[in-house]
């Protein structure tokens, strides 16, 4: 399903999974799989919120982490949870086929972020003003696969502004996916429509002030979503590491969204709709 793809991109990559047996980790590690050049998820230098969170769970847990680290691109799965290399992916949509998910420990929405000296106020796609503006999206995959923002801007014919820039840009850079929301900062383009822990986290370090806005009308482009609950992933059927995350994630709820908002992570509530337990 393109949403889903397009959201599992935005927060690890492009996944393709296959089986493979699995390792038992040493005593004492909670070993997770992670990229080294993913802000505001995850790098090497461990600065990422997924990094704090997998810091938070070991104590819990009262292990120490390791890491596996790999770029979270097409092959991320089978080359690390899958064989068995590491036991934990921090950030995966809820419900994820590839993987055991936990209940959710956050969701957030696609925003828009706009120069504070442009006086813009964007929070609907529907504004009449994005048939004129200049407006940055992330594409994502090697085939360019538009994100929901796109495809709603697409079906209100608001094509030749629209720029896109790729979600894992250059490798050898850090923090590829900076490029959209810096490219706002330049005044390359008006407005970017960013998956919101990309967008939040980069404005805040941004030198230009910016402004960002959730995006309020997402629910009229159904079926595209724009709100996404986020999970802990670990190997299909290993239900032990799963109950252990949802009680840490239980009793750590508040310590969780007081470290994502640190990071700008915009949080919005779950449906009142929603059934509890695994989405």
């Known amino acids: 399903m393109r949403v889903r793809s397009n959201c599992i991109a935005l927060t690890f990559g492009a996944l393709i999974g296959l089986a493979s047996p699995a390792i038992a980790a040493a005593d004492g590690e909670l070993r997770v799989c992670a990229d080294p050049n993913n802000l505001p998820f995850s790098n090497q230098a461990e600065a990422g919120f997924e990094n704090k969170v997998a810091t938070m769970l070991a104590q819990f847990l009262g292990r120490q982490v390791s890491y596996t680290w790999w770029a979270q691109r097409r092959g991320f799965i089978r080359n690390t949870l899958k064989a068995a290399k590491c036991d934990v992916v921090m950030g995966v949509p809820a419900g994820y086929d590839l993987v055991e998910t936990t ?41 360019g696969n538009n994100p929901p923002p796109a495809e709603a801007l697409g079906e209100q014919g608001i094509v030749d502004n ?27 383009i008006d407005v970017a429509a960013a998956w ?84």
Do not use: C, N, W
């Open 103 to 143: 209940r959710p420990y956050y969701r957030s929405t696609y925003v828009f972020v706009t120069r504070q000296d442009k006086h813009l106020d964007l929070s609907s796609l529907l504004d009449p003003r994005l048939h004129h503006l200049v407006i940055g999206v992330h594409l994502v995959g090697d085939d």
């Open 162 to 188: 629209v720029r896109g820039y790729s979600i894992y840009g250059d490798y050898r850079e850090p923090d590829p996916p900076a490029r959209l929301i810096e490219a706002v900062a330049h005044g390359d």
């Open 196 to 279: 919101g822990p990309l967008g939040g986290y980069f404005a805040r370090h941004s030198a230009v002030p910016l402004t960002v806005t959730a995006v309020q009308d997402g629910e009229r482009f159904a079926p595209q979503q724009f709100q996404f609950a986020i999970s802990m992933g670990v190997r299909k059927g290993d239900h032990a590491l799963r109950d252990q995350l949802d009680e840490f994630i239980d009793e750590h709820q508040s310590d969780i969204a007081s470290l994502l908002r640190s990071y700008g992570v915009p949080l919005v509530e779950r449906p009142a709709t929603a059934s509890g337990g695994h989405e």
